[in-house]
């Protein structure tokens, strides 16, 4: 069975921080998507970054950034310059077949 | 329409009575998920269906549960006998397979409680 770890479920940084959610998962596939999605305390889950694990450059929009690591099958997820509106829980997935498959997420909260 | 949406928002429901939640995916996605989400956990699987066939049921915790597409498009998770352990936030999520990305786009939930 494929299995995602995130082994920090809650992390506080000072707004305009850098911050750094870990992910490792397991899977058997060779060539699969992994996602961070974001879910806020409004619960509506949005998309924040995708990764295809066949390209070796690392993804990146805007202020969010992954250091992905094929081999080791960790899948990290950077957060430059944090604002308020960050806060929200954060939920990395790798793709299976045509599902995704949840970690039980990282609780981050941004401080004023 | 511009997004998935769900109904109701918020359910309440007595022990044992039957509860039927709705699911309107993104135009033109063939691709619909189900998913329950317990209180501060990631959302489990429960079902997957393209267009009409329900493709996937493994994570359907018992045969209270049961989800249809009839028409390809709405689709409708009823739970049957519904117990405490039900509680949870039940979300819906569509794709466009042709995409080729596997990115799945999520309504808002329907939060159940059973009491």
């Known amino acids: 069975a494929q299995t995602v770890t995130q082994s920090q479920p809650e992390m506080s940084v000072q707004e305009a921080e850098t911050v750094t959610l870990s992910c490792t998962y397991d899977?058997?596939?060779?060539?699969?998507?992994l996602f961070w999605y974001k879910q806020p305390p409004s619960r509506q889950m949005i998309l924040v970054i995708r990764q295809e694990a066949y390209k070796q450059q690392n993804a990146t929009e805007n202020r969010f950034s992954v250091n992905f690591q094929k081999a080791a099958k960790s899948f990290s997820l950077k957060i430059s310059d944090s604002q308020l509106g960050d806060t929200a829980m954060y939920f990395c997935a790798p793709n299976r077949d045509d599902k995704i498959i949840f970690g039980k997420g990282t609780r981050l909260h941004i401080l004023p | 329409g511009a997004g998935v949406s769900q109904s109701p928002r918020y359910k309440v429901a007595k022990r044992g009575q039957d509860v039927a939640l709705r699911c309107d995916p993104i135009?033109?996605?063939?691709?619909l998920f189900w998913y329950q989400q317990a209180l501060g956990q990631g959302p489990e699987f429960l079902t997957y269906?393209?267009?009409?066939?329900?493709?996937?049921k493994s994570g359907l915790p018992s045969d209270r549960f049961f989800a249809e597409r009839p028409e390809g498009s709405v689709s409708t998770l009823k739970i049957q006998r519904t117990q405490q352990e039900d509680s949870a936030v039940y979300l819906c999520?569509?794709?466009?397979?042709?995409?080729?990305?596997?990115?799945?786009?999520f309504g808002p939930g329907t939060r159940l409680t059973v009491t």
């Open positions: 999520a569509s794709s466009d397979p042709l995409a080729g990305n596997y990115e799945q786009y």
């Open positions: 269906f393209q267009n009409e066939a329900q493709l996937d």
């Open positions: 899977t058997s596939e060779s060539n699969y998507y």
């Open positions: 135009s033109g996605h063939v691709s």
